[in-house]
Antibody
Framework: EVQLLESGGGLVQPGGSLRLSCAAS????????MRWVRQAPGKGLEWVSDISGSGGYPYYADSVKGRFTMSRDNSKNTLYLQMNSLRAEDTAVYYC????????????????WGQGTLVIVSS | DIQMTQSPSSVSASVGDRVTITCRAS??????LVWYQQKPGKAPKLLIY???SLQSGVPSRFSGSGSGTDFTLTISSLQPEDFATYYC?????????FGPGTKVDIK
């Protein structure tokens, strides 16, 4: 059974940093692309970042480019999102999602999602 | 970036009704379109990929169609567990943009 468990969310002041983690199990982690998607309170879904199975070729939304870094540790079956220079508009539930297949140059459908972790940026 | 629109933004329907949701891309995306269902407080769930392929385990009352710029999600006979918000997403190119969502609620 595929399981994705996010952690690391919480309350942080504007300008602060936070690192989210997503622990994966139930599939061969290194052979699938992975994704972060966020959802602000009461709003729709916003794609944040994708990374290929090997950990190369991360892609970022313009809204987070230069502030967020996505990475993965295939030896630990864990996905990360390092978030720096946080802003109030980054407040959201952050979901990690498994890609339906591996790709380094093309988005993939997210076929399994974690339950999300809430990030609140506020003073 | 490819912009995705959905219509209607909300629909009120009864159990047993046929419901159709439309998604439009600002440029051609072939069949690189997926549909998700999201219930309040829950993660999205993949329903349809490649515009018309049913994800494993998804009831056959859900179907998708379209290619190019115009797509539809149809629920043939609405069930109580189908009341939710539905999102389309293009996976043709980065950034993989979502539509704004369509909320299906009880009439």
């Amino acid at each position: 059974e595929v399981q994705l468990l996010e952690s690391g969310g919480g309350l942080v002041q504007p300008g602060g940093s936070l690192r989210l983690s997503c622990a994966a199990s139930g599939f061969t982690f290194s052979t699938y692309a992975m994704r972060w998607v966020r959802q602000a309170p009461g709003k729709g879904l916003e794609w944040v970042s994708d990374i290929s199975g090997s950990g190369g070729y991360p892609y970022y939304a313009d809204s987070v480019k230069g502030r967020f870094t996505m990475s993965r540790d295939n030896s630990k079956n864990t996905l990360y999102l390092q978030m720096n220079s946080l802003r109030a508009e980054d407040t959201a539930v952050y979901y990690c999602a498994k890609g339906a297949y591996d790709s380094s140059d093309h988005p993939t459908p997210g076929d399994y999602w974690g339950q999300g972790t809430l990030v609140i940026v506020s003073s | 970036d490819i912009q995705m629109t959905q219509s209607p933004s909300s629909v009120s329907a009864s159990v047993g009704d046929r419901v159709t949701i439309t998604c439009r891309a600002s440029q051609g995306i072939s069949s690189w379109l997926v549909w998700y269902q999201q219930k309040p407080g829950k993660a999205p769930k993949l329903l349809i990929y490649a515009a018309s392929s049913l994800q494993s385990g998804v009831p056959s009352r859900f179907s998708g169609s379209g290619s190019g710029t115009d797509f539809t999600l149809t629920i043939s006979s609405l069930q109580p567990e189908d009341f939710a918000t539905y999102y389309c997403q293009q996976v043709n190119s980065f950034p993989p943009t979502f539509g704004p969502g369509t909320k299906v609620d009880i009439k």
